[in-house]
């Protein structure tokens, strides 16, 4: 069974940094593409980055970009999001997500969620 | 970046009943659309992908269809489990990842 299980998250002040890590068991971690997707408290998805299952290419909104890093670690079967310079806008439930494939082209949706860990921003 | 309108905001509806969801894209996104259902506290749930796939233990009452601008998700007959929010998705080379602002599925 394919679990992923995020952790990392917490109370940080604007400007700030947190790392966020999601380690995924019951799949072959390397031959599947990762997103981060994240849901402000009441509000609808917003997709925030996605990596490739060989970790060759990234991807991100423009609404991270230049702030937020994706990176993973095939050996530990483990996904990253370094988020630096963080603003009140960022606060949500940040989801990692399994994509059906190892590439992040056009038809790649994830299949698999982990329960998201709270992000909150605020002085 | 391709902009997804779901309709309506809210659907109430009884067990039993027919439940008809859309979702427009500002763009064709041919037929990369998907459909999640998020349930209260709950991680997000794929349902359909490729517009009209069913994915992996859905039941058959899902089923989605459309290709373009226009996508319908239809639930033939309601359980009471069914009650959540639904967000529709694309991601297609040209127009970026997107997702709608979802259409809450209440028990009437």
């Known amino acids: 069974e394919v679990q992923l299980v995020e952790s990392g998250g917490g109370l940080v002040q604007p400007g700030g940094s947190l790392r966020l890590s999601c380690e995924a068991s019951?799949?072959?971690?390397?031959?599947?593409?990762m997103s981060w997707v994240r849901q402000a408290p009441g509000k609808g998805l917003e997709w925030v980055s996605a990596i490739i299952g060989s970790g060759g290419s990234t991807y991100y909104a423009d609404s991270v970009k230049g702030r937020f890093t994706i990176s993973r670690d095939n050996s530990k079967n483990t996904l990253y999001l370094q988020m630096n310079s963080l603003r009140g806008e960022d606060t949500a439930i940040y989801y990692c997500a399994k994509a059906l494939g190892p590439y992040f082209g056009s038809g790649s949706y994830s299949d698999y969620w982990g329960q998201g860990t709270l992000v909150t921003v605020s002085s | 970046e391709i902009v997804l309108t779901q309709s309506p905001a809210t659907l109430s509806l009884s067990p039993g009943e027919r439940a008809t969801l859309s979702c427009r894209a500002s763009q064709s996104v041919s037929s990369y659309l998907a459909w999640y259902q998020q349930k209260p506290g709950q991680a997000p749930r794929l349902l359909i992908y490729d517009a009209s796939n069913r994915a992996t233990g859905i039941p058959a009452r899902f089923s989605g269809s459309g290709s373009g601008t226009d996508f319908t998700l239809t639930i033939s007959s309601l359980e009471s489990e069914d009650f959540a929010v639904y967000y529709c998705h694309q991601r297609s080379n040209w127009g970026g990842v997107t997702f709608g602002q979802g259409t809450r599925l209440e028990i009437k």
């Open positions: 019951g799949v072959t971690f390397s031959s599947y593409a």
